[in-house]
């Protein structure tokens, strides 16, 4: 950043950067329509096997949000042949880690095993996926776990802010603007019957994508899938689309009462673009230079300049439809309407002048630097092949990627920041406390206020 | 499978581990100073936290967040963590960057004290009492990482006193302090290298020995007291502590064997027995079973000097007061107690640590940590290599009898959160808790 004040020791030089490729992978289609993705690994004799499915919170029935993550974390709750806690012993006796959840594009169930056990807990996976028995008393403990997460959000700053964030950015009509897994109401009004219908409709081989990175051959895993999936019946789910309007489109505070918070958590934000935009690279290059990176501006200020805070960033939630665009931090309660100021100043200021060529070449060659470093483990092959195959994305899309970084201009960068960072729709939200920063924030002038309880109910 | 370790000495004491592998262009530098809040002195309590994030505002020819800068601009990721025992720092970056990273921690261990003043002291203070705010004063159980060992280590114990440290303490901090702690503690004999991943073993000795050969051994640091302690706590230790949460959360500690020994390994296993995944016996048990859990875990502290903690820590469902969650967690601990664990359970626990030992060596900055971790406590990194087998020799007689030995009563601490301005067994469902607050 700032230029050394006086001349320093020469910093080391690098030699040539050896060549990466992202892992080869290779794509199979059984007759069924069910796809199947396997990038071979074979440094340790680990794999992982992730089953994602065109089941995300999106699809939920309106009024049964949460639907979505109930069905995708029931499979591994009992099938018909195993009860809950017997499937659970069979999957973890061949040292196989199974989990399920669903986010907003899709469902995923992911399973890491030594090679020597895949085939076995592949049949198991199959078996998961297949016969699921959703268990009436099972279905009844993950509601009520669910409930008791929902309960313990209302006294955690963090996840409540998050939360809030969302309901205040949409629509009430939009999914994005309740939980990814749902609220007490939807969460109480979904019975077996609801989940069955779910999976029975969502869970069609047409929609479903089986990822294999790890140690084993395109053939094997061909011949694995073919075995236990091969014979499932066709059929692919309805494709849905969810709506990303705004709530408001003028600004607006709400701060989430939280009497003596000795901190306040803060996000401001607003409705961001979908991960699809051909504007992506260069959005995410630009947020890089204003949150994303330790020595972002949002940071760098907030953090190292003014000692508001352990940490500031910014960040777009990349989904099919537009997620947030947000800036997080928590900062001491008696600076909340100063720091508020600063992370308006940093969104003005990427806005009013270009970039150096210097945090240019930061942001992108950090992104670029970095890429082989993301990909070290199984998991994290299964995690970008399973972004390639939700949005659509090429298959060279990684490939790509490093030569679409470093062609970024600061030119890019500026007209990206003008057209999808928008300061007069930010939404400020703060969990904290309101005796200590209602006026202040008054005296900001930056909308009007409103004060919530912790269930978000208005309460001035 | 086998980590391939090669180990070489400096002259100024630096111990360095070497560990390659070409799979991708990618290599971790990872350096850990055998210093950590166990070494504090009286009234400096967080200052081994505190002097890890000055390590990051530059040294004699690295300007303030430089090195955050560098690392990141060669496309590293980077960062340091402090714990009772150790410091470390680690950076994994592009291979052809080996030496950028070699440097930045050869110039901060060399000649950290130039770059030093008073205004980077006090903003990184600032930084740190809002990390405190943010992880525990303002976090629902925050509380618990400075409660617990303060619970169950006696007050003159090292292990005592709290790692992030009181706000007067980190107030009364000053760059004397910075100067006094890095010449004793920040010196090549109290540290260890370890690198991983894609380099040439002469080209990365000729680097380690070119930036690190000339820094000047340090004179020695003061021994920690006795730190052993007797094997059991000798009774059933309470505390009940009052939080803004919504469900009672209990943590119940053990004393248990130190880090690395064989009866370590025993009490480890038994931690995955009662809580490593759904498996386990507390979340089959007491979430699957009773449905009085909405979270249930178990893990040890890893400490090496004196004794260790096996902790168990299991939050209340809705409508389930501190009260009962204490009751049914002691109830499963004594039925363990009782009946011992078996082969299944036993076979389940290993099987899954095993899984994840392969899966975390994946990682070049994994594999120099856990060298860097076997270096640091025993001079020995390729005990790394025998993580596994230690686990798989295990028996179930092994197992029962740390069970035995450790779980009864008179080696018990609890330290029970309960919601503030609620009685245990008060909280009487989700709807009516909720609309309270």
């Known amino acids: 950043m700032s230029a050394p004040a006086v001349a320093k020791a020469p910093r080391p030089r690098p030699g040539p950067p050896r060549e990466y490729q992202f892992p080869r992978f290779y794509r199979r289609r059984l007759e069924n329509g069910l796809e199947l993705v396997v990038a071979p690994a074979t440094k340790l004799p680990i794999v992982t096997v992730a089953v994602v499915v065109d089941a995300g919170a999106i699809c939920d029935p309106p009024g049964r949000e949460g639907t979505a993550q109930l069905t995708a974390k029931l499979l591994i709750e009992g099938t018909q042949t195993s009860d809950g806690a017997e499937l659970t012993e069979r999957f973890e006796r061949l040292g196989a880690t199974i989990d399920a959840e669903a986010d907003w594009d899709a469902a995923a169930i992911t399973m890491t095993a030594l090679a020597e056990h895949l085939p076995a807990a592949f049949d198991l996976l199959g078996e998961v996926l297949r016969t699921p028995a959703f268990r009436s008393r099972e279905v009844a403990r993950l509601k009520a776990e669910r409930i008791a997460e929902l309960l313990q959000l209302r006294a955690e700053p963090r996840g409540l802010a998050d939360e809030l964030f969302s309901r205040f950015l949409y629509q009430p009509s939009s999914r994005y603007a309740k939980p990814d897994g749902g609220d007490e109401k939807s969460v109480e009004s979904i019975e077996r019957e609801h989940l069955i219908a779910f999976y029975e409709s969502r869970y069609l081989p047409g929609g479903v994508s089986i990822i294999v990175a790890g140690d084993i051959t395109v053939d094997r895993a061909e011949e694995l899938a073919r075995r236990v999936f091969g014979d499932w019946q066709h059929g692919a789910p309805q494709p849905i689309i969810g709506d990303d309007l705004p709530a408001r489109t003028q600004r607006a505070v709400h701060i989430v009462a939280k009497p003596e918070a000795p901190q306040s958590e803060l996000r401001i934000g607003h409705v961001g673009i979908p991960r699809n935009h051909p504007d992506f690279f260069p959005v995410n290059v630009m947020n890089a230079v204003l949150g994303g990176l330790f020595n972002s501006r949002i940071n760098l200020n907030l953090r190292e300049a003014h000692a508001y805070t352990y940490g500031a960033f910014s960040s777009f939630d990349w989904r099919r439809q537009a997620g947030p665009f947000v800036v997080s931090t928590a900062v001491k309660s008696d600076i909340t309407d100063a720091a508020a100021r600063e992370v308006l100043l940093e969104i003005d200021r990427m806005r009013a002048e270009a970039i150096s060529a210097d945090e240019l070449s930061l942001a992108t060659s950090y992104l670029d630097g970095v890429f082989p470093i993301r990909f070290e483990t199984t998991a994290a092959i299964a995690a970008a092949l399973s972004v390639l195959v939700i949005h659509g994305l090429a298959d060279d899309y990684y490939d790509r990627y490093r030569d679409r970084v470093r062609a970024i201009t600061t030119e890019q960068i500026f007209q990206a920041a003008q057209r999808y960072l928008h300061p007069e729709q930010l939404q400020l939200v703060v969990v904290g406390d309101p005796a200590a920063i209602r006026e202040p924030l008054g005296s900001l002038g930056f909308g009007p206020i409103t004060v919530y309880d912790a269930l978000g109910q208005p309460t001035t | ?437």
């Open chain 2, 1 to 437: 499978m086998r980590i391939p370790i090669e180990t070489i000495r400096l002259p100024n004491g630096l111990f360095v581990s070497l560990s390659e592998d070409h799979t991708a262009p990618i290599v971790a530098v990872n350096l850990w100073y055998h210093v950590g809040s166990a070494n504090e002195r009286l009234g400096r309590t967080g200052f081994a936290h505190l002097f890890e994030h000055m390590l990051f505002q530059g040294s004699a020819d690295v300007e303030a967040n430089e090195h955050f800068e560098l690392i990141q601009r060669a496309g590293g990721t980077l960062n340091g963590s402090t714990w009772l025992e150790r410091t470390n720092y680690f950076e994994t970056v592009p291979s052809n960057q080996l030496e950028l990273a070699l440097w930045l921690e050869a110039n901060r261990m060399g000649k950290l004290l130039p770059a030093m003043t008073q205004q980077k002291l006090d903003t990184q203070r600032e930084v740190v009492m809002n990390e405190r705010r943010w992880t525990m004063d303002n976090q629902p159980y925050g509380t618990w990482l400075e409660k617990l060992p303060a619970l169950c280590f006696p007050p003159e114990h090292p292990f005592h006193h709290s790692l992030i440290g009181s706000m007067e303490d980190l107030a009364a901090a000053s760059l004397d302090d910075v100067a006094q702690f890095f010449a004793t503690y920040y010196t090549p004999d109290n540290a260890v290298l370890s690198v991983a991943g894609d380099f040439e073993p002469a080209t990365a000795i000729r680097l380690v020995e070119e930036h690190f050969g000339g820094i000047p051994r340090g004179k020695g640091k003061p021994p920690l007291p006795d730190m052993s302690l007797p094997p059991v706590f000798g009774q059933w230790k309470r505390e009940v502590s009052p939080d803004e949460i919504m469900l009672p959360r209990l943590f119940l500690a053990f004393r248990s064997p130190a880090f690395g020994t064989p009866e370590y390994y025993a009490a480890s296993v038994c931690g995955a027995v009662l809580g490593l995944r759904n498996g386990s016996r507390l979340r089959r048990r007491l979430m699957r079973e009773r449905q009085v859990a909405a979270e249930a875990t178990a893990f040890t502290f890893d400490l090496a000097k004196g004794s260790d903690l096996l902790v168990i820590d299991v939050t209340a469902r809705p409508g389930i007061g501190a009260e009962q969650i204490e009751q049914e967690v002691a109830y499963e601990i004594d039925a363990v107690l009782r009946d011992g664990i078996d082969a299944v359970e036993l076979q389940r626990a290993v099987a899954l640590i095993q899984t994840s030992f392969v899966s975390s060596m994946q990682q070049a900055g994994e594999r120099a940590d856990r060298i860097s971790l076997f270096a640091t406590y025993f001079g020995k990194p390729e005990l790394i290599n025998e993580e596994v087998d230690r686990y798989q020799a295990l028996t179930v007689d092994d197992v029962n009898r740390f069970v035995q030995e450790r779980l009864g009563e008179n080696n018990r601490a609890s330290l029970l959160y309960v919601p503030r301005d609620n009685a245990p067994g008060e909280l009487v469902g989700a709807g009516a808790a909720a609309e309270a607050q």
